[in-house]
């Protein structure tokens, strides 16, 4: 099978005043002649190893089962970075935002040929990374067109955005959560129900008319299930 090409890149950011780390997956077959569409994802260290995204993308590829896409993961430093920057109370959370919209699509739209249009944009994380792609979503739908959820942590303030939201631009949704999410372990040692506000955040987005997938898989809060369901979210999203 033809592999495709993983470039390390760092960025420096004026938001965060930091350096944040890239990784960007460009397939086997890539060429400036051609037009991208990209994903974004947050816990991008994890989408990486764990889901195995550039194998998964390279099969999707080469049985011409998507269209062109640049697959561009964002890692934390570590866990107190995951949550000062997803959590939406956490003190970095507006500047992390404001990193994926002002700073790191205009560096991927110059150094990269792709759609530079909101639905040519996807953004897409697990856990935490999904509750902080979702905020991503709500405050830049116009650049943002499209958002895949696995197992969001969904608490008041997602749900206060989603009833909030009301652009006319209403970006494309895919969202997956497990049937047995309901005592999950947190970084604190405690452990939440994901599963019921999980419902309630579908219900509010189906009120609201976004275009949405939503299925209950069996199982729980793990890779385990999210890096088999990858390959349909991307065929869902991207397939040709």
Same mark, same amino acid.
């Given at each position: 099978m033809n592999r495709g090409n993983v470039e390390d890149i760092t960025i420096f950011s004026e938001e965060l005043q930091e350096d944040m780390q890239l990784l960007v997956y460009l397939p086997y #077959?890539? =060429?400036?002649?051609?037009?991208? =569409?990209? +994903?974004i994802a947050s816990d991008g260290k994890d989408y990486f190893q764990l889901g195995r995204v550039p194998r998964v993308v390279d099969e999707l590829l080469e049985n011409r089962e998507i269209e062109n896409i640049i697959f561009v993961g964002v890692p934390y430093k570590n866990v107190d970075d995951r949550n000062r920057k997803y959590e939406p109370a956490g003190e970095q959370h507006a500047a992390y935002l404001r990193f994926l919209a002002h700073e790191l699509v205009p560096f991927l739209d110059e150094k990269y040929p792709t759609y530079q249009v909101g639905m040519g944009r996807t953004l897409i994380g697990d856990s935490l990374a999904a509750t902080v792609s979702l905020m991503a979503a709500l405050k830049y739908p116009n650049i943002f067109g499209r +958002?895949?959820?696995?197992s969001p942590k969904v608490g008041p303030e997602i749900l206060e955005a989603v009833s909030? /939201? #009301? =652009? &006319? #631009? &209403? /970006?494309?949704v895919y969202h997956v959560i497990g049937k047995e999410e309901t005592a999950v372990k947190l970084t604190n040692g405690e452990t939440a129900d994901f599963l019921e506000p999980n419902r309630e955040l579908h219900q509010l987005m189906k009120e609201k008319s976004f275009p949405v /997938?939503?299925?209950e898989f069996d199982g729980e809060h793990t890779w385990k299930y999210w890096q088999p369901d990858l390959k349909r979210a991307l065929l869902q999203n991207f397939g040709v």
């Open positions: #077959n890539y =060429s400036p002649l051609y037009k991208y =569409s990209l +994903v +958002v895949i959820l696995q909030n /939201f #009301n =652009s &006319a #631009n &209403a /970006f494309t /997938f939503y299925e």
